[in-house]
């Protein structure tokens, strides 16, 4: 890892919050020049502490206004590969990330749905068909606060 110093530190901030700002933008918010910025950006980027941009999309202003994180036990008979568990469930376009996790459970699902009846229907015709599945406990997210990042 390379050494960051408390200008770095205030960039990552700053682009934690919004990531469209330009280098001239960033800059001028941390007190150094465009060029200057660029190359911290782009240092910061090749050494992986900036690993991507991306775009946070508003769910329910979509129709997606359901939540649900499910919590899987693959199933001890049968032995299904990781792998092939792994392949199945990024296969579903409604489960937006997968956890391998250690704990009570074998993986940390979260799905978004366009309502209660929507998540039935995946749960039942998609998820509990994925193989290897187990026991499944579902959770439906009341409220999030977003944090911007790490703790800098």
């Known amino acids: 890892?390379?050494?960051?110093?408390?200008t770095d530190r205030a960039i990552l901030r700053i682009l934690a919050q919004d990531a469209t700002q330009s280098a001239a933008q960033v800059g001028r918010a941390v007190g150094?020049?465009?060029p200057a910025a660029w190359r911290?950006?782009?240092?910061?980027?090749?050494?992986?502490?900036?690993?991507g941009r991306r775009v946070?999309?508003?769910n329910a202003a979509l129709?997606?206004?359901?939540?649900?994180?499910?919590?899987?036990?693959?199933?001890?008979?049968?032995r299904t590969s990781?792998?092939?568990f792994e392949r199945a469930v990024t296969a579903i376009p409604e489960v937006q990330m997968v956890q391998h996790v250690l704990g009570q459970f074998d993986y940390r699902l979260r799905i978004t749905a366009?309502?209660?009846?929507?998540?039935?229907?995946?749960?039942?015709?998609?998820?509990?068909t994925l193989p290897g599945i187990g026991q499944?406990?579902?959770n439906v997210m009341l409220s999030e606060e977003r944090r911007p990042g790490p703790l800098l």
Request: net charge negative.
């Open 1 to 6: 890892m390379t050494e960051i110093d408390d």
């Open 32 to 34: 150094i020049g465009q």
């Open 40 to 51: 911290r950006i782009k240092r910061l980027t090749d050494h992986g502490i900036i690993a």
């Open 56 to 58: 946070v999309l508003d």
């Open 63 to 78: 129709g997606f206004g359901v939540t649900v994180f499910l919590g899987i036990r693959l199933a001890a008979k049968g």
């Open 82 to 84: 990781l792998e092939d």
């Open 114 to 128: 366009r309502d209660i009846s929507d998540f039935e229907r995946i749960l039942r015709r998609r998820v509990m």
């Open 136 to 138: 499944v406990e579902a």
